[in-house]
């Protein structure tokens, strides 16, 4: 399997832009934590992504599989067909943003990191749907993420994850207890046709 792996995907925001996505609106003392948090992510931050190409191999009333592997989720049968393609990929800010932001004890420092490495995985989430449409030519995706709007087995994480087979490692990400993935701000999951 051929994995694409970035060890730095772009990320570029002003304090405009921040205070907009942020919803911040305007108020002066949340910027200046906000500029001083930002200044040190931008100096710091190798926010990552990982994903590669895979097949609905087989799809019944009660799952699909991905390369072979059964996956229960309603939702991810409702997006595929047999046969089709479909992108699982790994988003994380990465393990320097994740160390800095544990080192912060101020609650409003906190809830503005929090914000950032939110933002950072977004942008992450888009940039690798931006890949694989370049890639397919598909006009849009479908982004299925594992327990959005649904149940998901703990177990059924780890098969998406192992699907990764030990590539994950080269974005420093991990599963951790009850199989979620770290660092904290990473997201797993698989891009499809939106037809």
């Known amino acids: 399997m051929s994995y694409k792996v970035f060890e730095k995907y772009p990320f570029s925001y002003d304090m ?7 919803h911040l609106k305007g108020n002066e003392a949340m910027l200046n934590i906000l500029e001083a948090i930002y200044e040190m ?3 710091i931050t190798r926010p990552k992504a990982i994903y590669f190409e895979a ?9 699909v599989k991905i390369n072979g592997v059964p996956f229960e989720s309603q939702l991810l049968r409702g997006y595929v067909n047999q046969g089709d393609p479909v992108f699982p990929y790994i988003v994380t800010v990465g393990t320097e943003l994740d160390d800095y932001a544990k080192t912060l004890k101020d609650p409003m420092k ?10 950072l995985v977004n942008t992450g989430k888009v940039f690798v749907a931006d890949r694989v449409k370049e890639a397919t030519g598909w006009q849009s995706v479908q ?10 087995s703990t177990v059924e994480q780890k098969r998406l994850f ?4 030990g590539e994950t490692a080269k974005i420093g990400v991990t599963l951790g207890d ?7 701000r990473s997201t797993i999951g698989v891009l499809s046709n939106l037809n």
Not at 143 to 152: A, L, R
Request: charged share 35%; glycine share 6%; net charge negative.
């Open 16 to 22: 405009e832009s921040l205070d907009k996505e942020l």
């Open 41 to 43: 992510v931008e100096k």
């Open 55 to 63: 097949r609905i191999t087989e799809k019944t009333d009660e799952s």
């Open 110 to 119: 906190l809830f503005m990191i929090d914000e950032v490495m939110n933002l």
């Open 143 to 152: 982004d299925y993420v594992p327990g959005n709007g649904e149940e998901w």
């Open 162 to 165: 192992d699907l990764f087979a």
């Open 178 to 184: 009850n199989y979620f993935v770290l660092p904290g």
